[in-house]
């Protein structure tokens, strides 16, 4: 019987869903491994297990490269041996898998000079772009030099978005100078040759606030990592965002953004976009590119 | 044979949803592989009387000789309301609803509250799998009108009832948060005829979950619309051969499902 009713058509209406060939024959890990995966979110961690926890998750979901990081505590004062300390872990797990990991420096705008210094150094070593948390809003002044430079280096600054005003309110638990989309919204309008990664759009922000809300940004990419799995999120940012501007990651969650990618309707060349290319075409303006 | 444990249709009041029809489901289905869904309607979480919700799910597989093949209906439930004993009756009889669906934060009662025991005593009677979800969304970018943070259920939040009807059948839904028990909580999941689906992202190692709990203690689910409708195949296909074997992986797709649902 299930056999039978496995192969029904539905209605004959012009629909991703209906053109998809039926169900007897999707393999999923073939769907997983067929795209090559830039995973532009990504973290290495200080306990024992990291990084080969994250390698493994790799080689499990076929996921070439990790653009990785290692951002300073929420709530620390953010020091530069703070943010030293980070990002020698990012080196270290640089030159433990070469192929495989893209580094990414962190700071603190607050400590500028030490800050300038940090990025020639980790630069030095091989990194590519920056990683920061919520120590400083995106938008704050203290940040326009560390952008310049990078529009210098042809580079991306990856930004932590915080659930923030997701319910409204701000939510309580966060620190007030995590950036929301509004801020991205302010310094990509200040520096439209800049690029700007707008972290986690499943990463508990109100994702179609988000998109809404950057939508004619045009120098905001949004990555798509986070817990959150909901359905309409690749909808969402397909409609507001494009192609383009989207950005496969994990950050750390490795399952749903993979599954999230396989079940939108989304044509081959979006995918490869989404899982690879665009991500790769950021490297390549700074000839870094991966392929 | 991919049997989905956890599927809907129906509205969620604070987003747009797609797929949530019967016809639209079945779509889906077709699409990923999946031959049999568990579907509730999601009506019956905000309806006051859930009996509406289970009255539409009814009359929609009803419409189409196709959908009654590929859909196992379970009824919504609200034992604080009134007539939920009428509700159970004709949902399991007449309607032939294979199982039970509880919402305590949503209705607003305590998983221990007499009634709900006499619910869940009353499916156990029938040999009905009686369905908890630790969390209906992510509670971060939901609706201020939502429930909050605090409602979120780890795993052991649901043993009170399990202690009180310890041989009732449950299908413990979307494991979003810590799956951590203690020896004696373990000890008594373990001799409990359950299932845990694989919607949540809790289950990030199911490997190691599957060791800590049993092989026959998972089934694939979707969590669908809510969710996507892959990410908890891929937690199952992407198992090693020495984390799941064949045999294993056919209990997760639909072999322990089959045991619950007595099919």
């Known amino acids: ?291 | 044979m991919l049997i989905d444990v956890n599927a809907y249709i129906g509205h969620w009041p604070f987003r747009q949803r797609k797929y949530n029809t019967c016809e639209t489901l079945i779509r889906r289905m077709d699409r990923f592989g999946v031959d049999l869904s568990l579907v509730s309607n999601l009506n019956g979480i905000f309806y006051k009387n859930t009996q509406s919700a289970n009255e539409e799910l009814n009359a929609q597989i009803k419409s189409d000789s196709n959908f009654g093949d590929r859909i196992i209906p379970f009824a919504v439930i609200n034992p604080i309301y009134g007539g939920w004993k009428n509700d159970f009756k004709v949902c399991t009889t007449e309607m032939g609803m294979k199982g039970i669906r509880i919402y305590p934060k949503y209705h607003g009662y305590a998983l221990t509250d007499p009634a709900c025991i006499e619910l869940v005593e009353s499916a156990r009677d029938r040999s009905l799998p009686v369905t908890i979800s630790l969390r209906m969304v992510d509670s971060r970018p939901s609706s201020w009108m939502d429930l909050g943070r605090e409602t979120e259920w780890a795993l052991k939040d649901v043993l009170p009832i399990i202690r009180k009807v310890p041989d009732a059948k449950y299908l413990l839904l979307n494991i979003a948060n810590s799956t951590l028990l203690n020896d004696e909580d373990t000890a008594l999941f373990k001799k409990t005829d359950l299932i845990m689906d694989t919607s949540g992202r809790a289950l990030t190692n199911l490997g190691e979950l599957l060791q800590t709990f049993g092989k026959e203690k998972f089934a694939f689910g979707t969590h669908s619309p809510i969710l996507d409708e892959l990410t908890g195949l891929l937690r199952i296909e992407s198992l090693r051969q020495n984390e799941a074997d064949e045999a294993t992986k056919e209990l997760l797709r639909s072999g322990n499902a089959k045991r619950i649902l007595a099919i």
Request: hydrophobic share 35%.
């Open chain 1, 1 to 291: 019987m299930m056999a039978a009713v496995h192969l029904l058509s539905c209605s004959g209406k012009e629909d991703p869903d209906t053109e998809k060939p039926p169900g007897s024959s999707f393999n999923i890990m073939r769907e997983v491994m067929k795209y090559r995966k830039i995973d532009s979110h990504a973290h290495v961690y200080i306990t024992p297990d990291s990084p080969a926890t994250q390698i493994d998750f790799a080689d499990r979901l076929g996921i070439d490269k990790l653009v990785i990081s290692r951002p300073m505590e929420p709530g620390s004062e953010g020091r530069p041996e703070e943010f030293i300390k980070c990002n020698d872990l990012v080196l270290a797990a640089m030159k433990k898998y070469p192929d495989r990991f893209i580094g990414q420096l962190t700071l603190n705008p607050r400590y500028l000079k030490e800050s300038l210094e940090e990025i020639k150094r980790c630069m030095d070593q091989g990194m590519a772009g920056l990683k920061v948390y919520n120590h400083v809003k995106i938008s704050d002044p203290l940040f326009y030099p560390i952008v310049e430079k990078f529009i210098d280096l042809k580079m991306i600054i990856l930004m932590h978005a915080g659930i923030g005003k997701s319910r409204i309110t701000y939510d309580a638990t966060e620190p007030p100078n995590v950036s929301i989309p509004e801020d991205f919204v302010d310094v990509a309008k200040r520096y439209p040759e800049a690029m700007f990664q707008f972290a986690h759009l499943a990463g508990g922000v109100d994702w179609e606030d988000a998109c809404k809300a950057l939508k004619d940004s045009s120098n905001v990419f949004v990555d798509m990592s986070g817990s959150n799995n909901d359905g309409s999120i690749m909808d969402c940012a397909m409609k507001y965002i494009g192609e383009d501007r989207l950005l496969f990651g994990c950050d750390n969650s490795f399952y749903q953004p993979i599954g999230q990618m396989l079940a939108a309707n989304l044509s081959e060349s979006q995918r490869k976009k989404i899982f690879f290319e665009n991500y790769n075409n950021i490297l390549r303006k700074a000839g870094r590119n991966v392929d």
